[in-house]
């Protein structure tokens, strides 16, 4: 667990913990430099569980870097990641152990709450998933699904992907899930084992119309994150197709190139046909126009509500 300022729902996520029916051998918190009432709240817990091992950041490092560091610490054979403010269900531990396989890494569905817990969503996957089948490596590099607080690991998976490489907006659960898939180790579970609160300090709290300016910039680094990875995973070449079309649609969408061919034929066989011409618009035409398409988007969105409405 890596924890940020999360007082307020922790003492329920570390109850669910200690309650599973299958008993971990080992919590490990990192705390990344907390300035509200955490880490008395850890204190009080490591007290009392010995299973508990706590450590402190000397300066802010950020989520990834913070699960990185929780995650070398670790020493068990299946490592599971929790977030600071869900709640587990307590059959979580047992039944990601029971169906994992000879798999290194298995993510499960959530049920989507609000911050007390009523719940919004039956299923994550429903709720969050765009439109679009999590099968192949390529999806897997396009983007993700894997969510860190369903994540369950195996020491197999860590002997491939650490150290983590430089990662500028890519999180620890995505590269996670790229390295398992590019093995073919990974299984998604359909069950939901994780209420996944939502609520206004959460990074996962929904989507948000950010500027587009954002947009070009997250795609230019995810680009380069991409190629971070295939130098760390050294990528056979089969899957370089794979990485280098991902690489070639961000960099698209951070202007840097046009889209070939062969990359518009893979979307067009992977996306809603709604989505692929989303991603010709932003990709092929100006800066300027792209950003005007965009940002018409909310306006364009209501007023199709307001006709339904009428309707």
């Not at 940020?4 to 080992?26: A, F, W």
């Not at 990074?203 to 295939?230: A, E, Q, R, T, V």
């Not at 034929?265 to 100006?286: H, V």
Request: proline share 2%; glycine share 4%.
């Amino acid at each position: 667990m890596a924890t940020y300022n999360g007082g307020k729902y922790l003492s329920q996520q570390l109850d669910s913990i200690l309650n599973q029916t299958v008993l971990v051998d080992e919590i490990i918190i990192v705390d990344d430099v907390s300035k509200d009432n955490t880490i008395d709240i850890i204190n009080q817990y490591s007290q009392k569980f010995k299973t508990i091992n706590f450590v402190q950041n000397e300066k802010n490092i950020g989520v990834v870097k913070t699960f990185e560091k929780a995650i070398s610490l670790s020493h068990g054979e299946y490592i599971l990641f929790a977030d600071q403010d869900d709640v587990w269900f307590n059959n979580k531990v047992e039944t990601l152990i029971s169906v994992i396989g000879d798999n290194w890494l298995i993510y499960s569905d959530t049920v989507v709450t609000d911050e007390n817990l009523n719940v919004i969503c039956q299923s994550g996957f429903v709720r969050y998933e765009s439109g679009r089948e999590f099968i192949t490596l390529f999806d897997y590099l396009m983007g993700n699904n894997v969510t860190g607080c369903t994540i369950m690991i195996t020491r197999d998976l860590l002997n491939h992907a650490l150290p983590f490489p430089e990662l500028k907006v890519m999180y620890h659960d995505h590269y996670l899930a790229i390295v398992a898939k590019k093995f073919d180790k990974l299984v998604k579970f359909k069950q939901p084992l994780v209420y996944y609160r939502q609520h206004g300090c959460n990074s996962s709290s929904g989507f948000i119309h950010i500027p587009y300016n954002k947009i070009i910039n997250n795609s230019k680094n995810m680009s380069n994150d991409l190629i971070n990875i295939s130098k760390t995973i050294l990528f056979d070449y089969e899957n370089s197709n794979n990485i280098i079309y991902a690489i070639n649609f961000y960099k698209a969408m951070a202007h840097e190139r046009y889209p070939d061919i062969g990359l518009l034929k893979l979307l067009y066989g992977k996306m809603q046909t709604r989505m692929f011409f989303w991603f010709i618009r932003m990709a092929c035409l100006s800066k300027w126009f792209a950003s005007f398409n965009y940002n018409l988007s909310p306006l364009k969105l209501k007023i199709k509500q307001w006709f339904n409405n009428v309707k």
